[in-house]
């Protein structure tokens, strides 16, 4: 008995609630044939092997109520129109009717008021109103037809509060999907302006000295003049990315226009700018970008880039060479550069400090090319040089 018990306590743990719902409607379908089926010789004159099925016309009818109710009453308003006539009632009994086909028909007409369309819950309602004032005995028909309608606007009642709770439910989620959305807009507004005290204040700085200071300083070379005309450029380079990445942030993300990004096309230009800025880079690029995506061109572009820039900033003076070679299924990636001129630290322990403390370079690396299918490996080389090398699919996943 215990086993039994368990086993059944298991199985009701498994069913969802929709699951819970339908076995229980079966099971008092059930139970309500099981009344109908002995009951019915009580109430109307039918002989045994017909009453099982005109029992299954009181009850059945029940075990539609949650799948199609409005199907269900209309089975048990026909079978209720129909019996009355058929098979007559026994002597002392007055009602057309067994109390489980009064019961399933309420039933029914109720969850049709909760479910269905209006037009279809009016002609239910009128519909039984009619059936149970013209067959009921002497003067119940009235009290029926106030009853029955006293039932179907409790039940409209019900539904109006349950769609007026969903509908409020809804705008509550709507409004926090609101706040949250204008919650990042403000926190990307604050960033920007952040970025834009701090970064972008610098680097207008930064330009306006390097244009300047062939006119303010005395005795300039034209080497020196073509330095700081590299360096006026290579800053404003940078002032309009950061200008297209406030623009971003400023902006909603639904509609944001993202200002064009570099890409395998504008390679060349990053290399002869960082050559004309006086470092000792070498580059060769083989193939036909036309067939980039614009997302590998991207990155591509970012990882020469900060490998260049790591290269500058930990190995100064370093030679540096520049590999990319765009294949018809994947572009692959090649900076090396030597020891810092001077000596000093190995160039791979500086870089992996740099990461380890806070920087984001190789990191950066690593994850953009992860972004498009591709993959970034750094090593440090027999002489104290670094090596970074990218696969990454020409056109991207």
């Known amino acids: 008995m215990k086993v039994a018990q368990a086993s059944v306590t298991r199985a009701s743990r498994r069913l969802t609630g929709d ?52 199907l269900g009453w209309a ?49 239910a309602w009128i519909s039984t109103v009619l059936l149970f004032f013209a067959e009921t005995p002497g003067q119940d028909g009235a009290g029926w037809a106030v009853g029955l309608t006293a039932l179907v606007v409790f039940c409209f009642l019900i539904r109006w509060l349950v769609l007026s709770r969903r509908a409020l439910a809804k705008q509550e989620e709507v409004n926090e999907v609101e706040r949250a959305r204008r919650t990042v807009l403000e926190e990307k507004a604050r960033i920007a302006r952040e970025l834009h005290d701090i970064v972008a204040h610098h680097m207008s700085m930064v330009v306006v000295q390097a244009q300047s200071a062939p006119y303010r300083l005395g005795d300039v070379t034209p080497e020196i003049r073509a330095e700081f005309d590299s360096i006026g450029d290579t800053g404003r380079a940078a002032l309009n990315e950061i200008r297209g990445l406030l623009g971003v942030l400023r902006s909603d993300a639904e509609a944001t226009q993202v200002a064009p990004q570099p890409g395998a096309l504008q390679l060349d230009e990053l290399l002869a700018g960082s050559a004309r800025a006086g470092i000792p880079l070498v580059w060769n690029v083989d193939g036909d970008r036309t067939r980039v995506s614009a997302s590998t061109g991207l990155v591509v572009y970012r990882i020469v880039q900060e490998s260049i820039t790591n290269a500058v900033r930990h190995a100064p003076g370093s030679p540096i060479e520049v590999s990319v070679e765009f294949g018809q299924a994947s572009t692959q990636v090649r900076v090396v550069n030597g020891p810092p001129a001077g000596g000093g630290v190995p160039t791979s322990s500086v870089a992996k400090s740099s990461d380890t403390a806070g920087g984001n370079g190789i990191r950066g690396m690593v994850e953009r090319a992860s972004a498009v299918g591709g993959m970034v490996d750094t090593q440090l080389l027999a002489g104290g040089g670094f090596e970074v090398r990218a696969i990454l699919p020409t056109v991207a996943a």
């Not at 039918?46 to 005109?54: A, E, G, H, K, R």
């Not at 058929?86 to 479910?115: K, N």
């Open 75 to 123: 089975v048990s308003a026909i079978s209720a129109l129909v019996i009355p006539h058929v098979f007559d009632l026994v002597p002392g009994y007055e009602y057309p009717w067994q109390v489980v086909h009064i019961m399933v028909i309420m039933a029914l007409l109720a969850a049709v008021s909760l479910t269905a369309a209006v037009p279809v819950v009016g002609v």
């Open 19 to 70: 699951q819970f719902a339908n076995v229980a409607v079966v099971v008092v379908t059930l139970i309500l044939f099981t009344v109908a089926w002995p009951t019915l010789h009580l109430t109307h004159a039918v002989s045994p092997p017909i009453q099982p099925f005109v029992a299954a016309l009181a009850a059945f009818p029940f075990v539609l109520i949650r799948i199609n109710p409005a």
